[in-house]
């Protein structure tokens, strides 16, 4: 194998590829970033692990064809480490190779190819959709938050994405909170698959990174029972599912309210910040709120000291003291764009729910500290 490219784009693709290297694996290969050179003039690199695979292809000069699989943290280090110039790859057997840029030469040992892990083209029963490349990112980070973080509850530390009536919905919760994002998409047939929260928020890495991407860059998704994957342009992304049975999300929204408030999402976020600062001392980090009229005020009490401040608010219904686990609130703050949110109650003692002022963008739930 004999290659050239410029060493931005090969450092590009290396960011992205190394997301997928295996750091457990006993399969000396696994620990390896494969790389493919084609005579259509494309370079194919490759990583895996049992969890996710990556697969880039990258443009660049081909005047020999091959395979090899070098060390993933030799091999970007490499490349990292020397200047902006012209790199040529070049391999005097399976398990050698030689790079050099304008001023350096590396000679590394490569690993063995045929140990190395292969995609599997999703079958003709898998469910494909198609949707916007950031659009999808944005659904990440509006529910993976919410995803449990401790190993041991197994499927909630995933987001479930459920797909039916011509909708697509991720959800995710801990227990205390839930977070549900939903977009229109064509209609297929009910679909529902569970995804690491952690691999998920991978993959909205990678998206951010993928060169030159825009708003109408196009993401399309295969889903099968076993597996996701996440086709961009020259990009692959397969993603291992849960198994098991999700949590009815649904029955666990409240369905009505007998107050609601519509404000400033900023403002609020802004404010609980400033009552995290004292809350923190408390084990539930708790804040209170007591609204009454058109104003929320918010307190929070710790040992060096407490807070009071006030908020206007449109309120219909009731007034209310109710109190949460400021982090909780202040997570789901940060995932909202919206200058405005609705924030609807029942009771004392009962969940929150926020929704945007318009259209069903998203759906929360936090559930109150007891005061």
């Known amino acids: 194998m004999r290659i050239s490219c410029l060493r931005q784009d090969l450092a590009g693709a290396l960011n992205i590829v190394s997301k997928a290297v295996s750091t457990r694996s006993t399969i000396p290969a696994m620990k390896g970033i494969l790389m493919e050179a084609s005579s259509d003039g494309k370079v194919l690199l490759a990583s895996s692990d049992s969890d996710i695979s990556i697969q880039y292809t990258l443009e660049a000069d081909v005047e020999e064809t091959g395979i090899i699989v070098l060390p993933a943290k030799l091999f970007s280090d490499i490349i990292r480490s020397v200047p902006e110039s012209q790199i040529t790859i070049t391999t005097r057997d399976e398990l050698h190779a030689v790079i050099r840029s304008v001023n350096s030469e590396f000679n590394i040992v490569g690993l063995d190819a045929d140990d190395f892990p292969r995609f599997e083209t999703p079958g003709n029963n898998a469910q494909h959709i198609q949707l916007p490349a950031l659009l999808f990112k944005d659904m990440i980070a509006q529910t993976s938050f919410a995803a449990s973080t401790d190993d041991s509850r197994g499927i909630i530390t995933g987001v479930l994405i459920d797909i039916h009536d011509q909708e697509m919905h991720l959800a995710a919760l801990d227990g205390y909170r839930m977070a549900i994002a939903n977009h229109s998409v064509p209609e297929i047939n009910p679909y529902s698959i569970v995804i690491s929260a952690k691999l998920l928020n991978d993959l909205s890495k990678i998206i951010a990174e993928i060169k030159d991407i825009k708003n109408n860059t196009m993401l399309n998704i295969e889903l099968e029972n076993k597996k996701a ?136 739930l936090v559930l109150p500290v007891r005061l």
């Open 229 to 364: 994957v996440f086709m961009f342009p020259g990009l692959m992304v397969e993603l291992k599912l849960f198994n098991g049975q999700f949590v009815d999300y649904r029955a666990i929204m409240p369905k009505d309210s007998t107050i609601t408030l519509k404000v400033s999402r900023s403002a609020l976020l802004q404010s609980i910040s400033r009552a995290s600062l004292l809350a923190r001392d408390d084990k539930n980090n708790l804040i209170r709120m007591d609204i009454q009229d058109q104003i929320m005020s918010i307190s929070a009490r710790g040992e060096e000291g407490n807070l009071h401040e006030e908020l206007v608010v449109e309120k219909n219904g009731e007034d209310l003291e109710i109190g949460f686990n400021a982090q909780y609130l202040m997570d789901m703050l940060k995932s909202i764009k919206d200058d405005d949110i609705i924030m609807k109650f029942r009771s004392g003692i009962d969940p929150c729910v926020v929704t945007p002022v318009k259209g069903n963008a998203y759906e929360y």
